[in-house]
C-alpha cells in the first residue's frame, strides 16, 4: 500500500510523509499537516478491540496511518513501552463514565502523545542520523509531557517555554527539575506569547541551522496517539448497538481532534461535547458562524485551556471543508450544519467548574480537577438541555490528576489530594530554569547563545 500523504491547511506546502511531518512539526507555509485521507477501521475490527490490550489498539489505528513507514514489529515495540500505566474508567451515574488519561509519568492526558511521539522521532531521526532541537511553549501539562517524555533520548534536545504566572509549582517543578538535554524558560508574558515566540522562531530563517522541530499539539504525531483513548474506552464500555457521547475538555484542541479523527475512522461517536472554559471564542463561532479570538485569553482555574485561539482549529475547520489560516482568518466557511450536527459546544465559567468539583465529590465522591470539572459539567448541561436517555453510553475526559492542583482541591473540598506515585519527591529536587522577556529578539539571542 502506498504511504498516506500529509497536506498543509494552508494547501501552499508541498504534501509529505508522515515521517517528514512528524519531524517538521508546522509546514513551512505555517499550516497544520493533515492525513490526505483517513483510513476506516471495519465493524469487525472496531469489535475486536474489546480483546485487545491498550497498547495493541495503539498498534492497530497508527499502523493506518503509518503504511509503509515503520515496520511492524518495531511499531508493535514503541507502543508497547509507551504506554505502560493504566487507563481508568470510572463509573459515576447511570450509563456515564470518567476516562482518567492522568496515570501516566506527568499525570496529564499529555503523556500519551508525547510518548508515541518522542518515540517515534527518535525512530526517524536514528534512521536519518539527524539531530533535533524540539521547541515547545507549554500552559503547563505539555511542557513537562514533552520534557519527560525526551528526558535523556540521544540527538534530541528541548526547550520548554511557559509563562511565568500560569503554571503551577507541581507543574513547573515537573520540568525545571530534570536537566541533561531539558532546558526550560519561564516567559513573561501568557501563554499564546510563548506560543508566539515559538511560531516566529520557526518561520525565521536564521535559525534553519538549528534543525527546530516543535512538539505542541500542533504536530501530527501527537494527534494520532490521541485517537487511541476513544476507541479503547468505547471497547471497553460498549453493549450491543451501543454509539457514545464524548465530553473534552478542551484548549488547543489537540485531545478533541484525536476524537473527530475516531469518528471519521468509523467509531460510532453520536456528539462530541466540546467543553471550554470562560475562552469561549469557539463557542460563539459554532452558535454564529463568526470567529473573533480571545486577545488576550481569559486566566481560568484550568489553566491548560486558557487559549484564546486554538491552534489545532484551523484543522477542525479543514475537515468540515473550510480554510482556516494560521492567524484565524476564513476563507472558506467550512459546513456549519455537519460541524453542528457532530459537535456541541459549552463554555464553563470559573464559578461553575468549582461547584462541579464539589458537587460531583459529595453526590458521587468522584474527584475532578478543575480541567475535569469542566467536561463533566459540559456533560451534565448537554444531557439536560437535549434530555438525554439514562442508559445512553456518555464518557467524559478527566485530562489530569486532582493533585496537580493542591490548593484548589483544598480550598474547595478541605482535603489534599493523595499523590501519585509519579509526583512524589518533586518537592525536594533543585530546578534549573531561565527568565526572559516577552521579547523575539532576546529570545532568539537566547537560541543562537546556547544552541551552536
Ligand atoms: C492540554 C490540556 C487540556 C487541553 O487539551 P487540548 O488538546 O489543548 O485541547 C486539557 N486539560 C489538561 C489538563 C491539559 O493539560
Redesign the pocket.
Given at each position: 500500500m502506498e504511504p498516506i500523504k500529509f497536506y498543509s491547511t494552508n494547501l501552499i506546502a508541498d504534501e509529505v510523509t508522515f515521517s517528514e511531518a512528524l519531524l517538521k512539526g508546522i509546514a513551512p507555509d505555517k499550516g497544520l499537516y493533515m492525513p490526505k485521507e483517513i483510513p476506516v477501521f471495519t465493524k469487525e475490527e472496531i469489535s475486536s478491540f474489546s480483546q485487545k490490550e491498550y497498547y495493541e489498539i495503539a498498534f492497530e489505528v497508527a499502523r493506518k496511518f503509518l503504511v509503509g513507514q515503520i515496520n511492524d514489529n518495531e511499531l508493535l515495540a514503541l507502543v508497547k513501552d509507551a504506554y505502560n500505566y493504566p487507563v481508568p474508567l470510572e463509573k459515576v451515574v447511570e450509563n456515564k463514565y470518567v476516562m482518567r488519561l492522568d496515570q501516566g509519568p506527568t499525570a496529564?492526558?499529555?503523556d500519551f502523545a508525547a510518548r508515541m511521539m518522542g518515540r517515534l522521532m527518535q525512530y526517524y531521526i536514528k534512521k536519518k542520523k539527524r539531530k533535533l532541537l524540539i521547541l515547545t511553549a507549554t500552559?503547563?501539562?505539555?511542557g513537562s509531557a514533552i520534557a519527560n517524555a525526551f528526558y535523556d533520548l540521544d540527538n534530541i534536545k528541548v526547550l520548554v517555554l511557559f509563562p511565568d504566572n500560569e503554571v503551577t509549582d507541581r507543574q513547573r517543578k515537573q520540568m525545571t527539575t530534570l536537566g541533561k538535554n531539558i532546558q526550560i524558560i519561564s516567559i513573561k508574558g501568557k501563554f499564546d506569547d510563548c506560543q508566539a515566540l515559538v511560531k516566529e522562531a520557526f518561520a525565521d530563517s536564521d535559525l534553519d541551522y538549528l534543525d527546530l522541530s516543535s512538539a505542541n499539539?500542533i504536530n501530527i504525531g501527537r494527534l494520532i496517539p490521541?485517537i487511541v483513548y476513544y476507541f479503547y474506552s468505547f471497547s471497553r464500555l460498549r453493549k450491543e448497538n451501543d454509539d457514545v457521547i464524548f465530553s473534552?475538555?478542551?484548549?488547543?484542541?489537540?485531545?478533541?481532534?484525536g476524537g473527530v479523527f475516531a469518528k471519521h475512522m468509523g467509531l460510532p461517536i453520536k456528539k462530541f461535547i466540546i467543553s471550554v472554559n470562560e475562552n469561549d471564542e469557539f463557542t460563539s463561532f459554532l452558535n454564529t458562524g463568526n470567529y473573533s479570538k480571545i486577545e488576550p485569553s481569559k486566566n481560568c482555574l484550568?489553566s491548560?485551556?486558557n487559549?484564546g485561539h486554538?491552534s489545532?482549529l484551523s484543522r477542525l475547520v479543514a475537515l468540515y471543508d473550510g480554510i482556516m489560516n494560521e492567524k484565524g482568518e476564513i476563507s472558506q466557511v467550512p459546513d456549519m450544519v455537519k460541524m453542528r450536527n457532530d459537535i456541541y459546544s459549552i463554555s464553563i465559567s470559573d464559578k461553575e467548574t468549582k461547584e462541579t468539583i464539589k458537587e460531583s465529590y459529595d453526590s458521587h465522591k468522584l474527584l475532578l480537577?478543575p480541567?475535569?470539572s469542566v467536561g463533566w459539567k459540559g456533560l451534565m448541561e448537554y444531557c439536560k438541555e437535549y434530555n438525554v436517555d439514562k442508559d445512553q453510553l456518555c464518557i467524559s475526559l478527566e485530562?489530569?490528576h486532582p493533585a496537580?492542583f493542591p490548593a484548589q482541591i483544598v480550598e474547595i473540598l478541605k482535603f489534599d489530594p493523595e499523590l501519585p506515585a509519579s509526583l512524589e519527591g518533586l518537592e525536594t529536587k533543585e530546578e534549573f530554569f531561565d527568565n526572559l522577556d516577552n521579547n523575539y529578539s532576546d529570545f532568539k539571542d537566547y537560541l543562537i547563545n546556547n544552541y551552536k
Open positions: 496529564s492526558f499529555k500552559s503547563g501539562d505539555t499539539s490521541q473534552v475538555p478542551s484548549g488547543n484542541f489537540g485531545d478533541m481532534m484550568s491548560a485551556m487559549v486554538p489545532n480537577e480541567h475535569g485530562t489530569a496537580k
